[in-house]
């Protein structure tokens, strides 16, 4: 079977540095995305990370082991609006089909 | 870009109903997804095409439910009969065909909020 665990909620205040971690069991991995859903609101794409490393996108970072099947999401310099579930999801391979799979999310709070 | 569209935004009905949820996506994307939301359960695929062809519906919980990609531009997920345990949000997303970001990337819609009474 497949399974990804990450942490149910995460608080952390304005400014500071929180990093949310992932790890993953599955078969045909292609690769691990971030998605951010706020209240009420559709689930939108943060970061791609297809080969091991670092992949930085303004305040946001994430990295991803292959070997110990392992991503994390960083958040820099934390904002209120930054409230939000951060979804980790394998992209899962079969031949030419790829799809996404998703963690339970991490509801990270902000306070100021 | 209109980006992918869902409609109903809100629906409530009474068990027994038959629901239908419809979804435009994202043009010249050529997969799309349909994704259902609990609290329960997270985020569960239940059946996605490629090419308006159905490729995995084994996430489609029971034959209550079927969906249908008539052409490249329209989906519909339909519950016949509705049961109290489907309300839930059900996102319709799609993505472009190809390697690297767009590749990777699905996009969502805003969702459909179902209530079976």
């Known amino acids: 079977g497949q399974s990804l665990e990450q942490p149910s909620e995460v608080t952390a205040v304005e400014g500071a540095i929180v990093q949310i971690n992932c790890t993953y069991q599955?078969?045909?991995?292609?690769?691990l995305s971030w998605y951010q859903q706020h209240d009420g609101g559709a689930p939108t794409f943060l970061s791609y990370?297809?080969?091991?490393g670092l992949e930085e996108t303004g305040r946001f970072s994430s990295f991803l082991s292959r070997s110990d099947s392992y991503g994390y999401l960083l958040l820099q310099e934390l904002q209120m609006k930054d409230s939000a579930s951060y979804f980790c999801?394998?992209?899962?391979?079969?031949?030419?089909?790829?799809?996404?799979?998703f963690g339970s999310g991490t509801q990270l709070t902000v306070l100021p | 870009d209109a980006g992918v569209i869902q409609s109903p935004r809100h629906e409530v009905t009474e068990m027994g109903q038959e629901v239908t949820l419809r979804c435009k996506p994202i043009?010249?994307?050529?997969?799309l997804f349909w994704y259902r939301q609990t609290m329960m359960r997270g985020l569960e695929l239940l059946i996605y095409?490629?090419?308006?062809?159905?490729?995995?519906d084994s996430g489609m919980p029971e034959d209550r439910f079927s969906a249908k990609m008539p052409n490249a531009s329209f989906s519909t997920l339909k519950i016949q009969p509705s049961e109290p345990r489907d309300s839930a949000v059900y996102f319709c997303?799609?993505?472009?065909?190809?390697?690297?970001?767009?590749?990777?990337?699905?996009?969502f819609g805003e969702g459909s909020w179902l209530t079976v009474v």
């Open positions: 997303a799609s993505r472009a065909r190809g390697q690297g970001f767009s590749g990777n990337t699905i996009y």
């Open positions: 599955t078969s045909g991995f292609y690769g």
């Open positions: 990370n297809g080969l091991d």
């Open positions: 999801a394998v992209l899962l391979s079969s031949g030419s089909a790829r799809q996404l799979t």
């Open positions: 043009s010249g994307h050529d997969y």
């Open positions: 095409f490629n090419n308006n062809v159905p490729i995995d």
